[in-house]
């Protein structure tokens, strides 16, 4: 069995604490301040998308701890929008089999309800450079030839594998909540994918459920008051799979920010 690659493993020093809901302290302000920036950076910085994962279970305890940790994160009048479904084990298979045939079968897929616009619907500059990019040096590094849209169907139906991982996720939220309610989930989402680093877990947030969201909803029998935001991927990953090799760019903070000067009266 591989290890991950991964520079932040759960030996990283202070990185880890033990799974379990009682032990995260809501006011523990303490954090010393030179080791933990070193900590959370690299914490942040050691999360990418992972899309192979190995045969390797997560104890119920470390989901829960991961989700307890993460529900510090903020939201608008602390309404803490988020509803988390868990999937492992036959659950999981059994709907992994359903998302795969459905994703499979144009007529299934076609019947599916349309989820929200995650995207835009015209793609402008750079947005559309950046999004072409992604994709590319990902079938680059699996060896899929611009154009073959049979072996991208392949790669894009690993999503609605959970790319082998041993634990999958839904996020839903009520309806009734508006923008600022995403964006808290945002926040929450990303908080589960920055605590799972500090135990050697990797992750990956996928939009691709929305595509068979019917199927989805189904599956876990979701109240019509809850609208599904996404799905997300978490596990060990792979040290031997290529597509594990993904390093995507971002813009550097001085192109994309600026400091605002007082203005003559
Ligand atoms: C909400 C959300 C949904 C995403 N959906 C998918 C998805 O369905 N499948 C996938 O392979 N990657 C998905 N991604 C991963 C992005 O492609 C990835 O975050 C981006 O390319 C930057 O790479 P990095 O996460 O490795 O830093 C999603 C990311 C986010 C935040």
Redesign the pocket.
Known sequence: MTTSSHPFSPSSKGAASPPGGADVPAQDLSLRTGVAASVVDQAILSR??I?AFLDKPVADELILHLLEVASRAPSGTNTQPWQVHILRGAALQQLVEQALAAFDNPEVLAAQPKPYDYYPLKWVSPYLERRRK?GYDLYALLGIAKGDKEAMHRQHAR?YAFFDAPVGLFFSIDRVLCQGSWLDYGMFLQSIMVAARGHGLDT?????WLTVQGVVERFLDLRDDQALV?GMALGYARGDAVENR?E?ERVSARSFARFCEARAA
């Open positions: 990418r998308s899309r992604v999503n990956c947030p996928q939009a691709a996404c993904l995507t």
